[in-house]
């Protein structure tokens, strides 16, 4: 059974910091592209970044500069690093798995960033 499951959402001020985490089971977790998403309410998922296994990165145009995506293969983890977050950042976020080769795609649970004074 696959999980993905995320954690460290919550309330941060604006200009604060903010690191996510999405553990995976039941995937050859080296197989991957790792991302991460968001929605925000009335809005449709968007890409924030992802994350190849040998390391290439790619970032939406929002999130770029401010943003970090990594991974720690031996861990089957995926990080969101996010700093100088903005109101705009408020949103569920979501982690996904996607392996192109048997179009396997899956899906987080999502966890919940609120940017707010």
């Known amino acids: 059974q696959v999980q993905l499951v995320e954690s460290g959402g919550g309330l941060v001020q604006p200009g604060g910091s903010l690191k996510l985490s999405c553990a995976a089971s039941?995937?050859?977790?080296?197989?991957?592209?790792m991302g991460w998403y968001r929605q925000a309410p009335g809005k449709q998922r968007e890409l924030v970044a992802t994350?190849?296994?040998?390391?290439?990165?790619n970032y939406a145009g929002s999130v770029k500069g401010r943003v970090t995506i990594s991974r720690h293969n031996a861990k089957k983890t995926a990080y969101l690093q996010m700093n100088s977050v903005k109101p705009e950042d408020t949103a569920v976020y979501y982690c996904?798995?996607?392996?192109?080769?048997?179009?396997?795609?899956?899906w987080g649970q999502g966890t919940q960033v609120t940017v707010s004074a």
């Open positions: 996904n798995a996607y392996r192109a080769s048997i179009n396997n795609n899956y």
């Open positions: 039941g995937i050859t977790f080296t197989f991957y592209v």
């Open positions: 994350i190849t296994n040998g390391g290439s990165t």
